[in-house]
């Protein structure tokens, strides 16, 4: 009989089958997470079983453990470390000091007993002409023959150690009688830039700039000009030039934009503007007004305040400069008053410098001298000095211009052309260290960290960071006791490198490291300083290299203490007991990490070439010898006179004893490895925190899959006082026993390679490719770790080929469900700084992806630097890099959950997955449901995201005043200056050749 159902009988029928099939789904989800579980502890305990047996680590172990009792455990005193590694810098900068304390001495002895000779004539060797021969194979004039040979300790660059010689911009005179008169007088320096080397052979480039243009360097060097045959070098614009020969000053730069100024003129006033700005340091502080029928900031951000003038202000204020027109009326008045207003508010509220203000007075006319102005703001005291520059040839405002300056401390210059920039904007300079000269205080600077590379053009890898040590140089003849004369800056240059040395990092631990930053908070050196980018194949500096703060690298500390800080000889070292504490006022600062930086294991101890076990760079006889050279003779007694590090000699020894059954061990394996069974492994590597390295290859060289890895070059560089290795920081991170994988490279047929490290001494690699097996119908197990592209590929049909990329990019869906579930969390800021990349395998019904649980780990906003290319400006070739703020996600998986389990509903389908740790191991394996397509859900990608701000946030972010810590002298004004000495009467001598090249400069 058939007869219709019942809405009853059809719901309760409805609901026995959907009661079935959620059972269904139950045991289907209890018995695939019951398979992934085993497929996943067969999987870890083939892969623990092979490298543990491939890396020897239970060896190693056992021959530590012989060794054990007679091993020490030392915890670090953090406060007694820094103590002494300052104290060791001071020593060594002190020595830096005192060699240009001695070329200061014999310059002013010079030209105390020099007397001026306009006739003089005298052949010097131009390093721009040395060694250059004419048609008849003559020397050219100022060009004799210079011996060059090259240096290894000058990067080995040709030079010449026994005499400096002359460089000279294109916009100076080599003829020119204050030229010759310096360079004369100046050749005194010569002997004694030779015994500050032979007394101290670490030191590098020795060099007196002079106020009239020439730089004279030791040791001499051929100088190469720019693509345009132009030496656009003018030592008086370098950083260390300018801080040694004046105090820290507040500048206010006032434009005449009105149309009056159209043309050449405005052309004349932007170039000076520039290079005034180029005269600027991070000691200082600066802003511009432009004026016409009205006064308006260039930079609206920075109306009614000064900002400090460091390089990212200074070429934000380029830029701006370069788009000013000319139009309308001039009222200079409005701008002055403007101008006064500013530099008073910032001295009544102790904003600035706190020493020198001026004001830049850039016009082609003053109908008037404005005196009401100055009576108001300036006078009696005139605290404020202006300096005026006349564009143009019309000289019928000249009195009025040039009296402005004279009643105001300040100096007149008029300037025609393009050639006379640069000569006269110096001019304020020699104003600014009158009153020092006159006290002759001879004060020590030291600048921020920079690369060089005018002085290498054509030698990109001589590009060193380094510091310079500067003092000026005064003339101490009476007669000229109230003009101030500054003669020139002496300097030496000192690599960061070598203070580096004095903090070695096998004293700090794994993680720990030192840093070392300005009075204004940017960092001289620091582990994640980036000063470089890749332009195709050449690597050059970023824009913005050296004002790198030290908040742009360091969390900041939430606890509100600073910890163990102190003062000691001088500089302001600073112990931090975690890496997120910084502290801007000081010089340096030493980072241990809890728990890797606390304590230390002594024994008696490789010698890796990275490390400086033994100095061999001060006696020139031991500067050819390799470190494990120096070793060898310093334990046998060869050299009595070598300087070793006894402590890290003796636990690099310890370790290469401890560790030399490795060898032997590796070997006998290498020995019996069967084709068959045993293919995919590669090679065996170990190292210690004392820069011991030992490897043993599995199959011949020809045969290594990622061939980058732990090359000839790479293994010099491992383990240097810079930094551990990342395979070696990740490793000490994790479980002892345990192994770390990682995808660290392509080979050259563009396949993966997967890295297989152990944490503790030993850390080893391996390549491997396992046999995949097929379960029931529904599901593939896979256990392919990457390796020949022929088993992967046949393993999974689609998914092996994102091998290497994250997760989350891959599987939006399953990614987001396991951030629903806490599984994995995404932490706003702080965790440790490590790197960890995904590993994905899939099959065709099920994706099956062994994962690497590692953090990856991210920057937050203004914390790391990416550049972005602005519009090319008329006179430029190429777009302008500027630096911007990037916000890098984070991703970091929760170890203390061993397996989970999910269904997400992806509209017509639901998805399931299962997670399970791998024993022993950092990896994941997750199993997922291919069939269901959840491509509702977006990807979770890595990827950098600039940050772009609103306008008013963005104003804030450019008006925020950074802490800083003012230098300790300041030389503002003396009663015995002579301020009638300001300017009008002489004329800059100017090299004819500039003269053809007036565009060419202003293209640069």
């Known amino acids: 009989e058939v007869s219709s159902p019942s809405p009853q009988s059809l719901a309760e029928k409805t609901n026995r089958c959907l009661r079935s099939e959620i059972i269904h789904i139950d045991f289907l989800s209890f018995g695939l997470f019951f398979r992934v579980k085993s497929w996943a502890d067969a999987f870890g305990g083939e892969l623990y079983s092979i ?8 060896l190693l172990q056992k021959k530590y453990k012989d060794v054990e009792p007679t091993l020490k455990i030392k915890e670090v005193d953090g406060l007694e470390l820094v103590k002494k590694f300052s104290e060791q810098m001071e020593s060594m900068l002190r020595r830096k000091v005192e060699a240009v304390e001695r070329l200061v ?23 721009l002409l040395i060694n250059d021969k004419d048609e008849n194979d003559n020397y050219v004039e100022l060009g004799d023959e210079f011996i060059l040979e090259p240096n290894e300790h000058f990067n080995n660059l040709l030079v010449n150690t026994t005499y ?10 080599n003829k020119d009688p204050a030229i010759l008169n310096g360079v004369y007088m100046s050749e005194a320096l010569n002997p004694v830039f030779v015994d500050n080397f032979e007394r101290d052979p670490t030191l590098t480039w020795q060099y007196f700039g002079s106020s009239t243009g020439f730089f004279r360097l030791y040791p001499g060097i051929k100088w190469l000009p720019d693509e345009n045959g132009v030496i656009s070098f003018d030592c008086r614009n370098r950083g260390w030039y300018i801080q040694a020969a004046t105090s820290p000053k507040d500048i206010v730069i006032i434009v005449d934009v009105s149309g009056s100024m159209k043309g050449l003129r405005m052309t004349i006033a932007k170039h000076t503007i520039v290079t005034i700005l180029d005269t600027l340091g991070e000691n200082d502080f600066v802003n511009i007004i432009a004026y016409n029928d009205y006064v308006h900031f260039i930079e609206p951000c920075f109306k009614g305040i000064l900002v400090q003038a460091d390089r990212d202000n200074r070429e934000h204020f380029k830029q701006l400069v370069e788009e000013l027109q000319a139009k309308g009326v001039g009222t200079v008045s409005k701008a002055l008053t403007e101008s006064f207003k500013i530099l008073r508010e910032f001295r009544d509220a102790g904003q600035g410098g706190l020493c020198n203000q001026a004001i830049m007075l850039i016009t082609d006319g003053a109908v008037e001298d404005y005196e009401a102005v100055f009576e108001k703001y300036n006078w009696p005291d005139r605290k404020v000095r202006v300096f005026t520059y006349l564009i143009g040839r019309e000289v019928t405002f000249a009195p009025n211009v040039k009296w402005i300056a004279c009643n105001n401390k300040g100096y007149y210059t008029q300037i025609s052309t393009l050639a006379d920039v640069q000569e006269n904007v110096m001019e304020y300079l020699h104003v600014l260290s ?9 004060d020590i600077i030291w600048t921020e960290a920079y690369m060089d590379s005018a002085l290498f053009a054509s030698q990109a890898q001589s590009l060193l960071l380094m510091t310079t040590v500067a003092m000026p140089v005064f003339s101490k003849k009476n007669e000229t006791r109230s003009h101030g004369i500054l003669l020139g800056v002496v300097g030496s240059d000192v690599p960061l490198r070598e203070l580096l040395k004095l903090a ?4 700090l631990g794994v993680h720990g490291y030192a840093f070392l930053n300005t009075n204004n908070g940017y960092i001289l050196s620091h582990p994640d300083l980036r000063p470089l980018y890749k332009e195709g194949k050449k690597l050059k500096p970023k824009p913005n290299y050296n004002s790198v703060d030290l908040s742009e690298v360091e969390w900041e500390d939430q606890d509100e203490i600073v910890r163990n800080a102190t003062s000691c000889l001088g500089m302001t070292p600073f112990l931090a007991d975690k890496p997120s504490v910084f502290l801007l006022a000081c010089s340096l600062g030493v980072v241990l990490s809890r728990g890797h930086g606390e304590y230390i294991l002594l024994g008696n101890t490789s010698v890796e070439e990275g490390r400086i076990y033994c100095i061999t760079d001060i006696d020139p006889d031991h500067r050819k010898l390799s470190q494990l050279e120096a070793v060898i003779r310093f334990l046998t007694g060869e050299e009595a006179d070598l300087e070793c590090d006894e402590e890290l000699v003796q636990e690099v020894l310890f370790d290469a004893v401890v560790t030399a059954p490795m060898e032997a061990y590796w070997t006998t394996l290498a020995l019996n490895m069967s084709l068959d069974t045993d293919a995919g492994v590669e090679m065996a590597f170990l190292g210690t925190r004392a820069g011991l390295m ?19 070059k790479d293994k010099e560089s491992i383990f240097t006082m810079d930094h551990f290795p990342l395979w070696y920081r990740r490793a000490a991170e994790h479980p002892p026993g345990s192994f770390i994988y990682s995808i660290v490279s392509e080979d050259d047929s563009g396949n993966p390679s997967l890295n297989t490290r152990a944490e503790g001494k030993t850390k080893k690699l391996f390549t491997h490719c396992f046999p995949y097996h097929a379960q029931a119908d529904l599901f593939v197990a896979a256990s392919c770790l990457v390796g020949r592209a022929e088993i992967c590929l046949f393993c999974f049909s689609f998914l092996c080929l994102q091998t290497g990329k994250f997760f989350g990019a891959v599987d939006g869906s399953v990614m987001t469900q396991l951030l629903n579930m806490g599984t994995c969390s995404r932490p706003l800021l702080g965790g440790s700084r490590r790197s960890g990349l995904p590993l994905q395998s899939p099959s065709p019904v099920w994706n099956v992806s062994i994962l690497v649980q590692a953090p990856v780990c991210s920057s937050a906003p203004n914390l790391s630097s990416c550049f972005v290319p602005l519009a090319a400006h008329r006179h430029k070739k190429h777009d302008t890099l500027q ?5 890098y996600p984070v991703f970091v998986y929760e170890p203390a959950i061993k397996e989970t389990n999910g269904l997400i509903e992806c509209g017509d389908c639901q998805k399931m997955f299962v997670a399970q740790q791998i024993i022993s191991s950092n990896l994941l394996l997750l199993v997922t449901d291919a069939v269901c397509d959840c491509s509702v859900f977006p990807p979770v990608p890595m990827d950098a995201k600039e940050v772009k701000y609103i306008l008013p946030l963005k104003c804030e972010r450019m008006r925020s005043q950074k802490l800083r810590r003012r230098p300790d002298t300041c030389h503002a004004f003396h009663p015995e200056e002579n301020a009638q000495d300001c300017g009008g009467a002489a004329e800059i001598s100017v090299s004819p050749t500039l003269l053809l090249l007036p565009l060419v400069l202003l293209l640069r």
């Open 504 to 507: 070695p990092r096998y004293k």
């Open 51 to 58: 490298v543990t047996k491939y890396s020897g680590s239970l």
């Open 434 to 442: 009158r009153p020092m000269v006159i006290n002759h205080d001879h």
């Open 105 to 127: 001495e014999a310059a002013e002895d010079a030209d105390l007993n020099h007397e001026y000779n306009s006739s003089l004539e005298f052949d010097y060797y131009n390093s």
């Open 883 to 887: 630096p911007c703020d990037t916000e």
């Open 164 to 173: 400096s010689d002359i460089q000279l911009p294109t916009n100076v005179y």
């Open 694 to 712: 030992r490897s043993a290859l599995y199959v011949g060289s020809e045969k290594i899959s990622n061939k980058k890895f732990l090359t000839p």
